[in-house]
Nanobody
Framework: QVQLVESGGGLVQAGGSLRLSCAAS????????MGWYRQLAGNQRELVAT???????NYADSVKDRFTISRDNAKNTVFLQMNMLGPEDTGAYYC?????????????WGQGTQVTVSS
């Protein structure tokens, strides 16, 4: 079991920045993939960015060149730096951890943190 706790959400004006943090209850050095997902109003949860244990990153097209995901294994924390935010980025942001076991993949979610961007 891994508990994930997000923080850093809030209200920001368009063009501003926020940095989200996701603190894990145990070491993330062995977690295969950490990621951020978001659920915009009326939409399904969608991938924002992921980072593997080896440091490889992947981003949704809508956030490329604006968002940066990083991980600090020593602090068991994953970050999402969000720049040039727009109203279209408003939604609930969720941290995700995937651990691949011998027979299945274990997936864990945080409770989410709200990001609101005013125009």
């Amino acid at each position: 079991q891994v508990q994930l706790v997000e923080s850093g959400g809030g209200l920001v004006q368009a063009g501003g920045s926020l940095r989200l943090s996701c603190a894990a209850s145990k070491s993330i050095s062995s977690v295969n993939t950490m990621g951020w997902y978001r659920q915009l109003a009326g939409n399904q949860r969608e991938l924002v960015a992921t980072i593997t244990s080896g440091g490889s990153t992947n981003y949704a097209d809508s956030v490329k060149d604006r968002f940066t995901i990083s991980r600090d294994n020593a602090k068991n924390t994953v970050f999402l730096q969000m720049n040039m935010l727009g109203p279209e980025d408003t939604g609930a942001y969720y941290c995700n951890a995937e651990i691949r076991g011998p027979f299945r993949t274990y997936t864990y979610w945080g409770q989410g943190t709200q990001v609101t961007v005013s125009s």
